[in-house]
């Protein structure tokens, strides 16, 4: 079986997900937990993780250790400014979208930085062709729109350049 280590390492990924979430030592949700995370990770074939063993390297253990705090950092300055933009009596809005260069070879990564864009409260990924990646702003950043959105974009594509390539 060619997928069981991507498909355990997910299952293992998604499972430490659970527990954090649910914090709870009750057997029952252990075994739901266990249940959830086998039968996610074969449905998707161990997407998430893909063959953990190869990111158990102290140096690709570092660098995803440092994008989790990296992309936590860049979520929560994100959602004080959404915060803020929603309690003006105004609300200031520039929305548009801007093309910006991904030099990552990975899919994987590119996925990664699509998603961790859309998860940054305020802009959203829109399409990934290529080797260009589309992000739509709430706010246009002050200043050259391109060299901004092309340093955030850079910014995440660094640190998993560390971790899949």
């Not at 009596?89 to 929305?95: E, F, G, S």
Request: proline share 4%.
């Amino acid at each position: 079986m060619k997928r069981a280590p991507a498909v355990i390492s997910t299952s293992v990924v998604l499972f430490g997900i659970w527990l954090s979430l649910t914090l709870s030592a009750d057997s029952q949700e252990i075994a739901l937990g266990v249940v959830v995370s086998l039968i996610t990770a074969v449905a998707t074939h161990g997407a998430l993780t893909g063959d953990l063993s190869r990111l158990l390297k102290p140096r690709k253990c570092l660098a995803t250790i440092e994008y989790v705090f990296f992309f936590l950092g860049q979520m929560i300055k994100a959602n004080i400014d959404v915060f803020f933009r929603i309690f003006r009596p105004v609300i200031p809005i520039k929305p548009g979208i801007v093309k910006a260069k991904l030099t990552l070879k990975s899919e994987r990564a590119k996925a990664i930085v699509a998603n961790s864009i859309t998860l940054t409260p305020g802009t959203i990924t829109i399409d990934i062709i290529g080797d260009e990646i589309f992000v739509h702003w709430v706010f246009l950043p002050d200043g050259d729109v391109h060299i901004k959105t092309q340093s955030m974009v850079d910014s995440f594509a660094v640190r998993l350049e560390n971790i899949f390539e």
